[in-house]
């Protein structure tokens, strides 16, 4: 949790910085012309931290299990549960470049004086709960009352995995600010802020009572950000991004096992490297 005040603290630090105002039109890479803006896309990838959450599982069946003469249904919460990321770093050279952890960014900065901008950003982060966990239950399972601590794993109980991505994708306003120039303007060093919103959309892998299933991705909830770091341009059209980001999400409606459902929020703090392509316009 440490690192995610330290985020929001550099995004307080260098949006003072970028409140700032220069000349009429935007001092800034690849822009030139008045009324004309930067087109960019942008390819990267991701390391996260987790903070803990309490995963509710509900099933409203009114099914009788035909082997066990149990009730389908449950309506039970795990408390404080700890999960990791899946960064795939290794098989990036290796295999396909979307197995990683990777993030995409689809933007557009406005050439006047505010240098703002506005961009589509998504991340394919990995929420992996921690296998062999001692954590509380609480609620009802198959008809019965359940109220102690619990080994949690596949094997007895239960895995949990958005591991094909707990996804965030935000729509988001920018603010940048050159901070180092070289004298032939082919060199930029620029601060940025993003603040956005949007939607999680998990593809959720979870094992509950023996039962396995592997889901479809769906929108599943909301998710609200803010990112800040430095911007290297080199030579108009190429840049390298590092940002650090604090994102909560908000997953309201996660497909589980049946029937049933899930939900849980969270907060994530990323570390984030891209590699870009801008346009002038």
């Known amino acids: 949790m440490n690192k995610i005040f330290i985020s929001f603290f550099l995004v307080g630090s260098i949006s003072n910085l970028l409140a700032q105002e220069s000349q009429d039109i935007c001092n800034c890479p690849a822009q030139s012309k008045v009324g004309k803006g930067t087109f960019y896309f942008s390819w990267g990838y991701n390391k996260d931290w987790y903070s803990k959450s309490d995963i ?3 099933n409203t ?14 309506d039970f919460t795990v408390y404080d549960v700890k999960a990791l990321d899946r960064p795939g770093f290794k098989t990036i050279l290796k295999t396909d470049l979307t197995i990683p952890q990777y993030v995409y960014r689809i933007g557009y900065y406005f050439n006047d004086k505010r240098d703002l901008g506005v961009e589509i950003n998504f991340d394919h982060t990995k929420y992996i709960m921690r296998n062999w966990q001692t954590l509380h239950v609480e609620g009802t399972i198959h008809g019965q ?3 102690k601590d619990t080994l949690i794993s596949p094997d007895n109980f239960l895995a949990f995995e958005h591991s094909d991505g707990a996804n965030f994708l935000l729509f988001n306003i920018m603010k940048r600010k050159p901070l180092l120039v070289s004298k032939n303007k082919k060199h930029w060093l620029t601060g940025v802020v993003k603040v956005g919103a949007g939607m999680v959309i998990p593809k959720t892998r979870v094992q509950l009572f023996g039962e396995t299933l592997d889901n479809r991705f769906h929108v599943a909830g909301y998710c609200a950000g803010v990112e800040t770091g430095f911007r290297y341009d080199a030579f108009k059209y190429v840049f390298l991004e590092y940002t650090a980001k604090g994102v909560f999400a908000d ?17 994530t703090f990323e570390n984030i490297l891209t590699l870009g392509l801008q346009f002038p316009l």
Do not use: D
Request: aromatic share 14%.
């Open 145 to 147: 009352q359940v109220n």
């Open 56 to 58: 509710h599982f509900k």
């Open 61 to 74: 069946s009114t099914a009788i299990n035909s082997t066990t003469g149990q009730p389908e249904s449950y």
């Open 251 to 267: 997953y309201r409606n996660v497909l589980v096992i049946g029937a049933g459902t899930a939900r849980h929020h969270f907060w």
